[in-house]
């Protein structure tokens, strides 16, 4: 069942989508090479709990962690690690807030240094796949429209759509209905309506769309190890329309972009 939502249950879900976007710009500037995973989690948590919000992620399903942070061809789910940041390294770092009883979630793939003009491609075209997802997202869609535009133009562009993994509702739980996959027919799958809650999050790979997972039992990585990419953000529709409750403007306040 989708659990729509009020005016004002969408204000209180704006503040904990925000929380996220203001984490992302404070570690911003801290991956960079010779930082590690580790370092940016403890800096994560404890802005989270300053802003009196609870980290989303920590504990839930078991997770060990504030952030996830997936590095190169690993395309969801790493588990933050000691292991430095290298030039040429890109990472994804997911995130989540938990802010009067509602759910942030959302996520960012960085470049470290000077990364693969392939490379940078691929985070561009995955951008775009996101919002034009997002464009999507009115009442006289449906579901599937949302994941066949972001399926028709990564592929278009010779990148491979995951389909293991899917956007979803968000709101009291951090998954909720629909789930929200990144590829799909058009006119398909159920019909949008005002007061819906999503997190958009295309999951686009250099090569393969196939995944799989680590002995962890969290990171999932591209089967053929080539490089992957991920941003996220959440949205209401409001007025037919889809407003994002996320931004990056933090993001690139702190990296000067």
């Not at 800096?43 to 942070?69: D, H, M």
């Amino acid at each position: 069942m989708i659990n729509y939502k009020t005016l004002e249950e969408i204000t209180i879900m704006r503040e904990a989508a925000q929380i996220v976007s203001r984490t992302l710009g404070l570690i911003a500037k801290d991956i960079k090479p010779g930082n590690t995973p580790q370092q940016l989690d403890r800096k994560a948590e404890e802005y989270i709990r300053s802003q009196n919000a609870i980290p989303g992620f920590l504990g839930l399903y078991g997770c060990p962690s504030t952030l996830l942070v997936s590095v190169n061809e690993q395309v969801v789910h790493g588990l933050p690690t000691n292991r430095p940041f290298q030039e040429g390294d890109i990472v994804s770092v997911d995130c989540g807030s938990l802010y009067r009883g509602y759910y942030g979630d959302h996520a960012y793939t960085f470049e470290v240094g000077e990364v693969a003009p392939e490379v940078k491609n691929l985070l561009k075209v995955t951008k775009e796949c996101l919002y034009l997802g997002i464009e999507q997202c009115t009442t006289s869609n449906r579901i599937e429209d949302i994941g066949w535009a972001i399926q028709n133009h990564a592929e278009r562009n010779g990148f491979g759509v995951v389909r293991d993994l899917v956007g979803h509702g968000l709101g009291k739980s951090l998954h909720e209905e629909p789930q929200v996959p990144n590829f799909g027919r058009r006119g398909r799958g159920k019909k949008i309506q005002n007061g819906l809650t999503l997190a958009i999050e295309p999951m686009i790979n250099m090569g393969t769309e196939k995944v799989m997972t680590l002995k962890d039992n969290w990171t999932i990585v591209t089967a053929d190890g080539k490089p992957s990419a991920h941003f996220e953000h959440n949205i209401a529709v409001v007025d037919d329309q889809p407003t994002v409750l996320s931004t990056f403007d933090y993001i690139y306040e702190s990296l000067k972009l």
